[in-house]
């Protein structure tokens, strides 16, 4: 046998793939895929254990590409959150991992991005940001910055949409920043995001490289290598491994427990972030904003709010797509508390 | 041409009585708590054993506009609408010569006597009352007297008709769900009012009330909570709703109930999940999604909200996810006459979607029947992998009917192909979209399945039986021309039409809540010298039946409650060698039908 590493459940690598892709070679919607791929192998997640979702778009492709042995649904433009929300109900024991795009989620999206917040659905929820639509080949999106030029489509004379920002303002529970570039920051906030009890949002800047990489552009390479301003050494440990604060001095370090039990552990180099305080996340997105810095890693959460699911008092044992008739029906006799409660 | 009923009632003066065969409307404003007075009438009529039916006709107002509920008595068993009114109790000043003026000739006039307006019909009987006297007397707190005043003309036809006041008893114990405060104080106003009657008012009208024995084995019910409480039976498991009238009633009938009827001994948690959705566009999308994901999945709406789900729907149907839509007609575009309805939908809903897409409605047509398509939905829907549309209407859906008691699923649930990891296990080769059977349905595994082989990718884009991603052209072919196959096979599997008399050259056929009107218009033809046959329509994709009827006829008229006759449209499409049999009877004025419109267009033609 071929010299293969298996993780903890047995799988390989391999097992966490998908089709080859389809994208634009260098497109960053296929790092992230590929740091998809590696943390789910690193987690030992078990592919059969999660639904991957999407919308429509270059971006929203991406599911197709990773996790094979998982159910997938590419639904529709903007409207992939209605679709998770609704599939999370099915067996609510599974994780889902949904992508989308700048387009589909800021633009046609927006209704639903915003709703799906509000009901904490647990799930972790990717934009890969490229502030153009790439499938409909390069369109600004609500995304692109003001004052941007695209060879075809001019000059954009509006204020862009931020993703984080508006996640704040609709009560996510897991918001982060990341670039397609960072493989590491990215992979570990995936790890972080799958752990998490409720809606993550990971807004990953992912550079398109056909119709938007002039160096110029916020959303290109060249920008993000440049401006890019991490907020901490992020290192992800997983509920098996036993968690040593220890290891981290007072006062430089911040632990925040996930609801499964699981621990991020971050530490800070140049800021005193605290990312379960909302307020001081506000204030560090605004600063970003005006400093026009791309500040990645983990800027809020909030791990103990009760995830729609929770809500739902759905059973803990069995899911509803198991149950039988025995289950749904009502017993005969209830037939005549039907026709009495009539008149 | 004047119908049998207004004959009868132009018999004022000779002394006969005119026993359980009228209509009395009573006109209100919206919000001033009449329909606790109207539906206690309509409860206490019923009870005394005759036939009775309810309609609200109401504004799109939550208070101040005026509103209109009718109660037709009816010793034949027709509960059809009908225009003429013989009595009529005004208690809105803003509606009151209007009122006044639709009183039938010989028929009897109430009004408040709060009202300052001169009478001057000779033709009828006219009444005054202390509409508001009764309420302030009585034990109601200050805040309640406004509600309690409308119980005045309860007290007050009570008496001048004769209806069992033990029945009236009986009918607020059901509104007060048992609770005796309010009980008490609702039959003080009623009783003191019907004291007033006795000694203060002189009948001088023919209209009375007896009691009989044909509501025996009947209850009263709306379609709307029937509709409800058929999906709770069907084992409903996911529900997703936006907010629209007439069909939230739907949606709250479930959530208000399920519990009553589902919560089971040894349940460690809850059998179903309900989201009031952001608009429609999320409640279809998340109804498809639980479909998905192997749930019973529904949501309900109306015209303006089947419209946002078009792309949805389109979606669900080619990926073939089951999920029940009900759509409770009014009539539209947007707001259109929002509390008016209508059988407008039914060309938009079978071709909703893009490209060649066609989908299953059932059509019910009593309230009984929205119960039992409240379960048989999520059969059919699971069975054949597809949305399933429940065309019901405002009229059917919110107005009280009398109907047939709802009888408990006389079969089993059908889940369909479904495969869990067992069955994968002992297959070698699945391929989602595979007619394996010749019937054009495939087999489908649902998100939780741990098989290895069982994850499948759903997609709107072009794709192979295997469900992969492919724009191959014969692919596409192949796998239209089997959802086309598969559409065939649902008519197999659809609610037969009921059809009644046989023989006759003429013909009718339609569906939905015009069938009271149908039936009593056939009598009224009939006694005219014109026998004919009756088919009620069920489903869509019709059945074998239904092309039996047409062959069989010389004329068949096609009724329904619509500008183009949207029905019948579909008829000639699905059997352009009628063309020339099928005549249309559309009407659109926002009403319920009623059987003198049906009789006399269906003459006009015959003349
Ligand atoms: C209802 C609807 N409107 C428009 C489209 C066309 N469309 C396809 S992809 C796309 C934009 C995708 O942009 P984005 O989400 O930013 O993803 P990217 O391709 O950039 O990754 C649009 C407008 C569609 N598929 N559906
Ligand atoms: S067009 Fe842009 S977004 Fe689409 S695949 Fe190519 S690089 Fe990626």
Redesign the interface.
């Known amino acids: 046998m071929p010299n293969v590493q298996l993780n903890l459940v047995g799988l390989s690598k391999n097992d966490y793939r998908g089709?080859p892709t389809t994208l634009c070679a260098g497109c960053g919607h296929n790092s992230i895929s590929n740091q998809i791929i590696a943390a789910a192998y690193e987690l030992n997640v078990?592919?059969?254990?999660v639904?991957k979702l999407s919308g429509i778009g270059c971006s929203s492709k991406s599911?197709?590409y990773f996790l094979?042995?998982?159910?997938?649904?590419?639904?529709?433009h903007g409207?992939m959150?209605?679709?998770?929300?609704?599939?999370?109900?099915?067996?609510h024991?599974?994780r889902a991992l949904a992508v989308s795009g700048d387009g589909d989620t800021t633009n046609i999206g927006m209704?639903?991005f915003k709703?799906i917040m509000r009901?904490n659905v647990p799930m972790v929820y990717i934009v890969e940001n490229n502030g153009v639509y790439g499938l409909t080949k390069g369109q600004f999106s609500a995304t692109a910055e003001k004052g941007l030029r695209l060879k075809y489509q001019g000059l954009n004379p509006f204020t862009p949409v931020d993703v984080v920002e508006e996640a704040m303002a609709s009560g996510a529970t897991f918001v982060a920043r990341s670039f397609a570039g960072d493989a590491n920051q990215v992979k570990a906030l995936i790890k972080a995001a799958l752990s998490h009890n409720g809606l993550a949002i990971l807004d990953i800047i992912s550079p398109c490289v056909t119709f938007n990489n002039e160096d110029d552009s916020r959303h290109s390479y060249g920008w993000g290598r440049e401006h890019q301003e991490p907020l901490h050494d992020f290192t992800f440990v997983p509920r098996e491994q036993e968690i040593q604060l220890g290891e981290f001095p007072e006062g430089t370090t911040k632990t925040v427990t996930m609801h499964d039990g699981a621990t991020i552990v971050l530490k800070k180099l140049d800021r005193e972030h605290d990312p379960t305080s909302r307020s001081a996340a506000m204030k560090l997105i605004e600063a970003a904003r005006t400093e026009a810095v791309l500040l990645t890693g983990l800027i809020y959460v909030e791990p103990n709010l009760p995830s729609l699911t929770d809500v739902?008092?759905?059973?803990?044992?069995?899911?509803?797509?198991?149950?039988t008739?025995a289950?749904?029906?009502?017993d005969?006799s209830?037939?005549e508390?039907?026709?009495a409660?009539?008149? | 041409m004047a119908t049998p009923q207004v004959q009868e009632t132009q018999q004022t003066g000779t002394g006969k009585a005119v026993v359980n065969d009228f209509s009395m409307t009573v006109a209100t404003k919206n919000g001033s708590g009449s329909q606790t007075s109207n539906l206690t009438l309509l409860r206490a009529l019923f009870k005394m054993g005759i036939p009775v039916s309810g309609k609200n006709l109401f504004p799109s107002n939550i208070q101040g506009l005026p509103t209109w509920y009718t109660i037709r008595l009816s010793k034949k068993g027709y509960l059809a609408r009908r225009a003429e009114h013989e009595i009529v109790v005004a208690m809105n000043e803003d509606t009151f010569v209007e009122d006044l003026a639709s009183v039938a000739p010989g028929g009897a006039f109430y009004y408040g006597d709060h009202l300052k307006f001169e009478v001057n019909r000779t033709d009828i009987s006219v009444y005054s009352f202390p509409a508001k006297k009764f309420a302030k007397e009585s034990t109601a707190p200050a805040t309640l007297r406004d509600y309690v005043a409308n119980m005045a003309y309860v007290g007050v036809l009570a008496h001048m008709l004769d209806i069992d006041m033990s029945k009236i008893r009986e009918a607020l114990d059901y509104h007060f769900d048992g609770k005796e405060k309010p009980i008490a104080i609702n039959m003080g106003v009623i009783e003191a009012a019907y004291e007033w009657a006795k000694t203060s008012l002189t009948k001088t009208d023919p209209f009375r009330v007896e009691p009989m024995d044909e509501t025996q084995g009947f209850i009263m019910a709306d379609g709307n909570t029937a509709g409800a409480l058929g999906s709770i039976f069907g084992g409903v498991q996911f529900m997703a709703w936006y907010p629209i009238t007439p069909a939230s009633s739907l949606a709250e009938g479930v959530s208000q109930n399920i519990a009553k009827f589902r919560d089971k001994e040894g349940h460690d948690g809850k059998t179903y999940g309900i989201v009031q959705a952001e608009d429609e566009l999320a409640a279809i999308g998340m109804a498809v999604g639980a479909g998905w994901s192997g749930l019973r999945s529904l949501t309900s709406t109306s015209g303006p909200g089947i419209s946002l789900m078009t792309e949805f729907v389109g979606l669900a149907a080619y990926a073939e996810i089951p999920v029940v839509i009900w759509d409770i007609q009014r009539v539209g575009p947007s707001t259109g006459l929002p509390t008016r309805t209508s059988q407008g939908d039914i060309i938009s809903t079978y071709f909703l979607g893009h490209g060649d897409t066609k989908h299953i409605m059932l059509l019910p047509g009593s309230a009984s029947e929205c119960f039992e398509f409240g379960w048989k939905s999520f059969d059919i829907a699971e069975r054949m992998q597809t949305p399933v549309f429940v065309m019901s209407d405002l009229d059917l859906g919110m107005n009280t009917w009398m109907t047939k008691p709802f009888e408990y699923p006389n079969v089993p649930m059908d889940r369909g192909k479904i495969l869990w990891e067992e069955d994968l296990e002992k297959l070698s080769d699945w391929q989602r979209y595979k007619d394996v059977d010749g019937d054009g349905i495939p087999y489908r595994t649902v998100p939780g399945n741990k098989h290895p082989r069982s994850a499948w990718f759903a997609r709107g884009t072009g794709h192979n039986d295997n469900a992969k991603y492919s724009e191959r052209s014969e692919d596409w072919e192949k796998n239209m021309a089997r959802l086309k196959h598969k559409f065939e096979t649902a008519s197999s599997y659809m609610p037969k039409p009921e059809i009644t008399g046989s023989g006759n050259k003429v013909g009718i056929i339609s569906y939905g809540s015009t069938d009271a009107a149908i039936l009593e218009a056939r009598d009224y033809l009939a006694e005219n010298g014109l026998e004919t046959d009756y088919l009620r329509l069920r489903a869509v994709p019709f059945t074998s039946e239904v092309k039996d009827f047409i062959d069989k006829h010389e004329r068949v008229y096609v009724v329904e409650m619509n500008r183009d006759g949207q029905m019948n449209m579909i008829l000639r499409l699905e059997y352009p060698e009628h063309t020339m049999k099928l005549i249309s009877l559309a009407k659109h004025d926002g009403m319920p039908l009623t059987a003198n419109w049906v009789k006399e267009a269906v003459e006009l033609q015959e003349k």
């Open positions: 089709a078990v592919p059969e254990d639904i599911p197709a094979n042995r998982s159910f997938g649904f590419n639904s529709l409207r959150p209605s679709v998770a929300t609704g599939a999370m109900f099915g067996d024991r599974m209704g639903q709703h009901r739902a008092e759905l059973s803990a044992t069995r899911p509803l797509n198991r149950m008739e289950d749904l029906r009502p005969k209830m037939i508390k039907a026709n409660m009539m008149f």
